[in-house]
């Protein structure tokens, strides 16, 4: 159903990051989420692998569900800020966003219109606050593409990627030439292969 990659690095001088991301495939589809833990270090890890750990065990919820339960979960811990992509069997696509974790959909037509979509982030901070939460919902084509990047990496890449690359090098590409380097740095590239058939 789907192709990914993922790079990442600590801000330097941290041996732990508190970015991290899922890939989770379930009976109707799959989640995809990246997380960035506030800080840096041992409780932005903590906070971020928290988060993970709620959307693996909830993978099938709706995006807004599954930021809820987030919410409960690190109400106890530093907070993070999360960004979710739930794909069903039907190539329909959930995805919701609070704080500054970048995603972008772009297209395999070029031609579309938009060829490239960005998901509008909610303010807040899961945890702390939350706003209330709106889904959006967009219909995804075989060999569309998206990228999620957390703060740490600059968000001018958008016009670099090249399409037809696999999904690991789009994403070692990213980091490696928009590291900025003052936090904690991850890229995940997934490319939709088209519906899933049993």
Same mark, same amino acid.
């Given at each position: 159903m789907?192709?990914?990659?993922?790079a990442a690095?600590?801000?330097p001088g941290?041996?732990?990051?508190?970015?991290?991301?899922?890939?989770k495939?379930?009976n109707q589809g799959?989640l995809l989420?990246v997380?960035?833990?506030?800080g840096?270090?041992?409780?932005?890890? +903590? !906070?971020?692998k928290t988060?993970v750990s709620?959307?693996?065990?909830?993978?099938? $919820?709706? =995006?807004?569900s @599954?930021i809820? %339960?987030?919410?409960?979960?690190l109400?106890?811990?530093r907070?993070?800020v999360?960004s +979710? !992509?739930?794909i069903?069997?039907r190539?329909?696509?959930?995805?919701?966003g609070i $704080?500054n =974790?970048?995603? @972008?959909?772009? %297209?395999?037509?070029?031609?579309?219109?938009p060829?490239?979509?960005?998901l509008?982030?909610?303010?807040g901070?899961?945890?702390?606050?939350?706003p209330i939460?709106h889904?959006r919902?967009t =219909?995804?084509?075989?060999n569309?593409?998206l990228i999620?990047?957390?703060?740490g990496?600059?968000?001018d890449f958008?016009?670099e990627?090249k399409?037809?690359s696999?999904?690991?090098?789009i994403?070692d590409?990213?980091?490696?030439?928009?590291?900025k380097?003052n936090?904690d740095a991850?890229?995940l590239?997934?490319?939709y292969?088209?519906?899933?058939?049993?």
């Amino acid at each position: 159903m789907v192709e990914w990659g993922v790079a990442a690095r600590p801000r330097p001088g941290q041996v732990v990051s508190g970015d991290a991301y899922m890939v989770k495939a379930f009976n109707q589809g799959v989640l995809l989420a990246v997380v960035d833990g506030l800080g840096q270090g041992n409780q932005a890890a +903590l !906070a971020a692998k928290t988060a993970v750990s709620v959307l693996k065990k909830y993978a099938a $919820g709706s =995006v807004v569900s @599954l930021i809820k %339960r987030c919410h409960r979960s690190l109400m106890m811990a530093r907070g993070a800020v999360i960004s +979710l !992509a739930s794909i069903d069997m039907r190539a329909n696509m959930s995805w919701l966003g609070i $704080g500054n =974790v970048e995603c @972008l959909l772009l %297209r395999a037509d070029a031609a579309a219109v938009p060829s490239t979509e960005r998901l509008r982030l909610h303010g807040g901070v899961v945890g702390y606050q939350l706003p209330i939460l709106h889904a959006r919902k967009t =219909v995804l084509y075989e060999n569309d593409l998206l990228i999620f990047a957390t703060d740490g990496v600059g968000g001018d890449f958008i016009n670099e990627v090249k399409r037809e690359s696999p999904a690991q090098q789009i994403a070692d590409q990213i980091l490696r030439e928009h590291f900025k380097g003052n936090d904690d740095a991850l890229v995940l590239v997934v490319r939709y292969l088209g519906a899933r058939h049993e």
